[in-house]
């Protein structure tokens, strides 16, 4: 048997990995959480959110004319090594991987309240309590990343077969959300508030002001990643000049309509004044929010609905990260072992188990931390950086490899890739200095609440372990010139 990644994903598999990748905390937490995190955005949510979907589609755009002309594994690295320059490729993609690496372990350890409040509203009280304990949450928060770890290395097909029930059901309990939300306004709302807790709120007009509207927008760009992760199973996809292009329009355009609705339907129910209120005091999400309102059965199926959301973001993005790992030792930038393919289920077994292994440590910086929102700012800003250098590719490409260039067959016309280029790097470059900002002037207790230095740090870490890789190559003597303007086999 060959030794070799296989091309097993369909059209269904590559949309549902970048669909999954996006759908989870960016619904159902990060829209409401955020009038915390930028307070005074108030009402604006959904036009900061429009506002987000432009660098995003054209970072989509990048990704989408790239894949077409470098269909392999780890595409991000091979997009930006291949045009740019193998550091700056290896730099893209290695903020890609650890900042959704951290993620994912945000993820694994934020999904486990809400089986906790699924457990409240079934009366399990006891079960609800055992969930409460905070070594109980991180052993939980492990559990399910190495579970996860462990159907990808089982195989695609597995992948597959675990993956898109779970979206279908996603989607079906999402729209629970979007039905329930549309059916109450605010004097529902307020009129249950009253009743259940003899409380009322004031909804004071709220002051526009470009500063907070624009840090919002930056940090609901992160609702759209994800899209990137079918450009990193690019090795492994079936007929990827046309799959992946589709593929990707599919989960941005798909997951941008849903979201607009899902978040409208919420907010059309709940007062951002009473979001933004509740935000201040305690962790809330869409579920929460809207239970003042809805028959606790129809509670549960949002909160269900919301777990499997964030449940369905861990393979995905497990997948992506991983094959990016595999991509650089395919290269010989890491080391070379975490290149190798399990002999009978042809996964990157090695590649997975470091990526597992990274996701782990953000479980456990999310417990001590306190606060899920440094490994969100910690991934907007690796993925800033990763989709600015997409759409320098996308510029230098034909200067820099002609050959490769010619390859592309989506949006083959010069110019327009130039336009979608330059707009998508001043866009991108505009939100990585608000995000940047935004966070070096937040008021923290310690320097490592930064996102900002935190990856500075481990990208320093990464520098000098490609310095000395990079150094072994070329004493072995290998052609780096040649290998790094050519794809794998």
């Known amino acids: 048997m060959e030794n070799h990644l296989k091309r097993q994903l369909g059209l269904l598999g590559l949309a549902a990995t970048g669909i999954c990748s996006m759908i989870g905390a960016s619904i159902y937490v990060v829209p409401f959480m955020i009038q915390r995190n930028v307070p005074g955005i108030g009402p604006y949510v959904i036009p900061a959110f429009l506002f987000a979907a432009i660098p995003a589609l054209l970072a989509a755009f990048a990704y989408a004319i790239l894949s077409t002309a470098m269909p392999r594994a780890g595409g991000s690295y091979l997009y930006a090594s291949r045009s740019l320059h193998p550091y700056l490729g290896f730099i893209a993609s290695f903020s890609q991987w650890f900042g959704l690496s951290i993620v994912i372990g945000v ?27 905070g070594l109980v949450r991180v052993g939980l928060a492990l559990f399910l990343i190495w579970f996860f770890t462990l159907i990808n290395i089982r195989g695609l097909k597995f992948y597959e077969r675990t993956l898109i029930p ?11 959300v979007i039905f329930s939300g549309l059916s109450f306004e605010h004097q529902d709302f307020l009129q249950a508030l009253s009743e259940k807790e003899n409380r009322s709120i004031s909804l004071i007009d709220a002051e526009f002001s470009w500063g907070t509207f624009l840090t919002a927008a930056a940090l609901l760009f992160s609702s759209f990643i994800g899209f990137d992760s079918i450009a990193q199973a690019g090795g492994e996809a079936k007929n990827p000049a046309k799959n992946l292009p589709k593929a990707i329009a599919l989960a941005i355009l798909g997951v941008g309509i849903f979201y607009l609705a899902f978040t409208y339907a919420v907010y059309h129910t709940v007062p951002w004044q009473f979001v933004a209120q509740e935000a201040m005091q305690k962790d809330i999400s869409a579920a929460g929010v809207l239970s003042y309102v809805l028959h606790p059965t ?9 777990a499997i959301a964030l449940l369905n973001d861990l393979p995905a993005m497990i997948l992506s990260v991983s094959r990016l790992v595999f991509s650089w030792a395919e290269d010989g930038i890491f080391p070379a072992r975490l290149s190798l393919i399990h002999p009978r289920l042809q996964t990157p077994y090695a590649a997975l188990i470091l990526s597992g292994i990274m996701a782990s440590i953000g479980v456990l910086g999310s417990h001590f931390a306190g606060d899920f929102f440094l490994g969100i700012d910690i991934m907007v800003t690796s993925m800033l950086i990763n989709f600015l250098l997409m759409s320098c590719s996308l510029f230098f490409l034909p200067f820099r490899n002609p050959t490769l260039a010619r390859e592309i067959k989506t949006i083959k016309n010069r ?8 707009l998508g790097m001043l866009f991108l470059a505009t939100f990585l200095i608000i995000h940047i900002s935004k966070d070096l002037n937040a008021q923290v207790s310690d320097w490592y609440f930064h ?12 520098s000098l372990l490609f310095a000395y890789q990079w150094t072994q190559l070329k004493k072995s003597g290998v052609d780096v010139a040649k290998r790094f303007s050519e794809l794998p086999d």
Do not use: C, H, N
Request: hydrophobic share 75%; net charge positive.
């Open 166 to 176: 779970l979206m279908l059901l996603m989607f079906a309990l999402g729209a629970v």
């Open 298 to 306: 129809l509670g549960i199926l949002i909160l269900a609905g919301a």
């Open 415 to 422: 110019k327009v890739q130039r336009i979608l280029a330059i």
């Open 451 to 462: 996102s900002t230095w935190v990856y500075l740090l481990v990208l320093l870490i990464a």
């Open 107 to 133: 993820i694994a350890y934020v999904v486990i309240p809400f089986f906790r409040d699924v457990a409240l509203a079934l009366a399990w009280t006891s079960v609800a309590g055992f969930l409460e304990i």
